[in-house]
């Protein structure tokens, strides 16, 4: 086979994986060496499914000797499958570096053989481009679960980022759908990475997973519970969410041609961020009596619905922690508003004038004392003139494959 068809092959079947984006790690250039890794991480182009491709996204091959029921490259499909060698895998990265074509790689694999042998296949990988290539660039590797420690550990000094994917959100869909897999095998290499971090403060590596949505019968609930506990436990920076495109006919999963949920999908990165980024616990966001997000609004804003008697907010006196709870104020609308008000109160024009759009934070506001709204606006209104407020045309970049991407953008 050649490395055109083999290319073609792994490429391909890397698609679903979509916990690739860089860690914003910084590695110099080296006297002699190629590549660097920039402050701000590395730049994104993304592709026609919404990924990244800025890095060269392969798997190492799509051999496997698991039967994971919701993956193409289970052993039990009848698929075409590829191998590369170490050798093949660093050639491409640096060829195709060297022609400004990639700024680094990504590289995951099926289980070949075994776990250590397919570990020790990336290992060899990396240190061909680390060392004989000195290579600089960006790399992200899948860890695989299950290897011995030696090998993990010596793919942690190679790497930018690491990633192992726990895929089904509870440890019964993963018995069922899964069966070589546990969430403690799963999470071992992250947990050696986080050990790893903290032992070498000057090389702290990244670390992400990737959870599949609406394959199983999980709510937002539990999923967001995992992902807080996640980013508490296991240091890790980013949790992906990959909306389940049915890819076999299996029992127990969504039938072929069911639609991925994309805007599941879209509110569970929205919420995700209001967790790390807003201060929101995720049982603010989803609780037992409504445990998955409301898709017609984003959650910032569901939430302030629920939470009506809180408002409205002052402008001028809240605390930052305040501000960034009113829906349609963002982070950078709030600090521009910190800002401002330190020399005088502002008014309704300031607002305006500092590029902060009234439509959705009038109704949860006042400035100066004053509402911007009928005082007599109850949640069954706000709701309905929210919801006939005109949506932006759908964003191009998040469509994936054929499916259309209904969602609405914008500060939360
Ligand atoms: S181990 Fe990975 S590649 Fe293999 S079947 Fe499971 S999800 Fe697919």
């Excluded at 009848?78 to 050639?91: K, Q, S, Y």
């Excluded at 041609?257 to 989803?286: C, K, S």
């Excluded at 008014?347 to 506001?365: A, C, G, P, W």
Aim: hydrophobic share 40%; with cysteine; proline share 6%.
């Amino acid at each position: 086979m050649t490395i055109d068809e083999k290319l073609t092959i792994l490429t391909d079947s890397a698609k679903y994986d979509v916990s690739c984006s860089s860690s914003g790690s910084v590695r110099t250039l080296d006297f002699g060496g190629v590549g660097s890794v920039a402050n701000g991480g590395i730049c994104h182009a993304y592709s026609a499914d919404g990924r990244c491709i800025s890095l060269l996204k392969i798997l190492f091959t799509n051999y496997c000797i698991y039967d994971c029921a919701y993956c193409v490259n289970r052993i039990g499909n009848d698929i075409r499958r590829a191998a590369f060698t170490p050798e093949e895998v660093a050639g491409l990265t640096i060829n195709f570096y060297r022609r400004n074509m990639i700024e680094g790689l990504f590289l995951s694999s099926g289980i070949i053989s075994s776990e250590d042998h397919t570990m020790r296949l990336i290992l060899k990988t990396l240190r061909l481009l680390r060392h004989t290539y000195r290579f600089n660039g960006y790399i992200h590797v899948k860890l695989i679960p299950g290897a011995s420690e030696d090998l993990i550990i010596e793919t942690l000094t190679l790497a930018d980022r690491v990633s192992s994917n726990i895929e089904l959100p509870s440890s019964q869909s993963l018995a069922l759908l899964a069966p070589d897999k546990t969430r403690e095998k799963v999470l071992q290499p992250l947990t050696m990475a986080k050990n790893y971090s903290l032992e070498h403060q000057k090389h702290p590596i990244g670390m992400s997973t990737q959870l599949i949505i609406g394959a199983t019968p999980e709510s937002d609930l539990e999923i967001l519970r995992l992902s807080t506990s996640l980013y508490k436990k296991t240091m890790l920076k980013r949790v992906y969410y990959s909306a389940y495109i049915p890819i076999n006919n299996v029992k127990n999963l969504p039938s072929l041609g069911t639609p991925p949920p994309l805007l599941r999908e879209h509110r569970l990165y929205q919420a995700d961020w209001l967790i790390r980024f807003y201060g929101f616990g995720y049982n603010e966001i989803v609780d037992e009596a409504a445990p998955n997000l409301d898709e017609r609004f984003d959650p910032k804003l569901s939430w302030a619905l629920r939470n009506l008697h809180l408002f409205p907010i002052e402008i001028n006196t809240a605390d930052r922690e305040t501000l960034l709870r009113i829906p349609g104020l963002g982070v950078r609308g709030v600090d521009k508003i910190l800002k401002a008000r330190r020399f005088r109160p502002l008014n309704v024009y300031d607002l305006e004038t500092m590029k902060i759009s009234l439509k959705r934070l009038r109704y949860f506001v006042t400035v100066g004392g004053k509402l911007l709204i009928d005082r007599s606006m109850d949640y069954q209104q706000i709701q309905t003139e929210l919801l006939s407020l005109p949506k932006p045309p759908p964003s191009a970049q998040p469509t994936l494959f054929e499916y259309f991407y209904p969602t609405v953008m914008g500060e939360l």
